[in-house]
């Protein structure tokens, strides 16, 4: 869970338990792993990317919405673009002309403004998704598999997924794109004139930067034995916890964000979890975090038909889908303003390449997060009889907590449901979970 303030840790929360700081609440679902009495399990973040019969794969995924935002972001771009080029054509018209210089000049503007979301659209986004391994949930072994980083000092290049570099790697491609196309023209018009090569080279560099970099500071935390590791958390010691937290301004809250988190403990540290490990996402209240425990827990405790996974609401598939209901719609109704702001809507976000490109992380960006045949034997279905079952403890505790909501007991007012009940559970040995190497053909 995160680490407190002070030097000395609080003390790790158990299932049920409250805690309030800062103006906002923190409530603690497991371990252990306990109904909470949700009225439906749902994947309200759309972080279930994969699951089958034996395992379930838990990560951020591709998101629709940045898309749509980076082709907003790129036709305000455009539209400004063309808003220099007809003032420039209007002062032609008036001056009766103008240097031909400023034709490249317009190009190359327009060149390096529409860098901005190529790179925080797609480029950075890619680089931060290929290093995102997914949570991996074994419901037959009753086991977690997180990707933690390595224990030593801190590494002394900064990560792959640091916003500076994408920053700095921008600002340099668009201004030596721009002076390149900018100054093309005098090179090919004035034989004395230098090819500009060092800018080219600068520009290409910068462009193959944000993909290339990931792949030299793999291998440099390789040279000195920093590499990530696989830990193998029992499911009745993994964290989840759900907790809002109030966006202040001058003027008071203005508002607050509902997150829900799903984490490894350090059992050599109580109070602490293995760093670089887990997943927060936001669930837009407590009903959807309790939902979204429940949607891992029930596939946990009872398996793939107990839950119902959520539409895909991504893809050119479905995206026709989408224009196709609308026409239907325009044609039933013939509300003709509908129908004309809806296309504006999509031709102005660029819908469709947004769709065609989540469709295209889903399937050929986000596999490359993990080695090939990452925990392929450990993530093999296992025969009935060898299935690992449920301790003691957390089928009575269970037992209660379902008698107590059929008396109309909310879960979130319980408290500490082990005290509650009176449910004695054996502290958790202090000695590190088993560990594998997160590479290639790792067992």
Known sequence: MPKPTTDEPLPPM?????????????????????????????????????????????????????????????????????????????????????????????????????LFPLFTGILFPDVVLK?????????????????????????????PTNMWLMAISGAIAASTGLIFIAESPEWMTNPDTAFPLKVLLIHIASLAFLPLYPHFYDFCRKLVGQQRQTVLVPWEDVIA????????????????????????????????TLPGAGIIVGVGGLPGAL???????????????????????????????QVARERERYERTHDKRRWQRFRREQWWNHARFAHWYTEYRMKHVLPRAVPRDWLAEWSRPLP?????????????????????????????????????????????????YPTRPFAANAA
């Open 131 to 159: 290093r995102i391994p997914p949570i991996r949930l074994h419901r037959q072994r009753r086991e977690v598999a997180f990707v933690v980083d390595a224990p030593g000092r801190r590494f002394w290049l900064p990560d």
């Open 291 to 321: 939902a979204q425990w429940e949607y891992i827990r029930r596939f946990m405790e009872e398996g793939p038909e107990a839950i119902t996974p959520s539409a895909r609401e991504w893809g050119v598939e479905w995206y026709d889908a």
């Open 14 to 114: 158990r299932a049920g338990e409250r805690e309030s700081r800062a103006g906002g609440e923190q409530y603690c679902l497991s371990p252990l792993p306990v109904p909470t009495d949700s009225e439906h399990g749902v994947d309200v973040a759309h972080i279930d990317v994969r699951h089958d019969e034996a395992t379930m794969d838990l990560r951020q995924g591709a998101s629709l919405d940045s898309l749509l935002i980076t082709g907003h972001v790129f036709s305000v771009g455009l539209t400004f673009i063309v808003g220099i080029g007809a003032f420039l054509l209007l002062l032609a018209f008036f001056w009766g002309g103008l240097p031909l210089a400023t034709i490249p000049w317009w190009f190359g503007v327009a060149y390096g403004i529409s």
């Open 241 to 272: 916890v759900c907790g809002f937290n109030p966006s202040l301004s001058a003027g008071g809250v203005t508002g607050f964000g509902w997150n829900f988190a799903l984490m490894p403990p350090d059992p050599e540290r109580p109070g602490y």
């Open 384 to 432: 009935e009889t060898q299935w690992a079952r449920p301790s003691q403890p957390l089928t009575e505790l269970s037992e209660q907590l379902r008698a107590a909501y059929q008396r109309g007991e909310p879960f979130v007012e319980m408290g500490n449901v082990e005290q509650r009940f009176g449910i004695e559970v054996e502290p958790t040995p202090r000695k590190a």
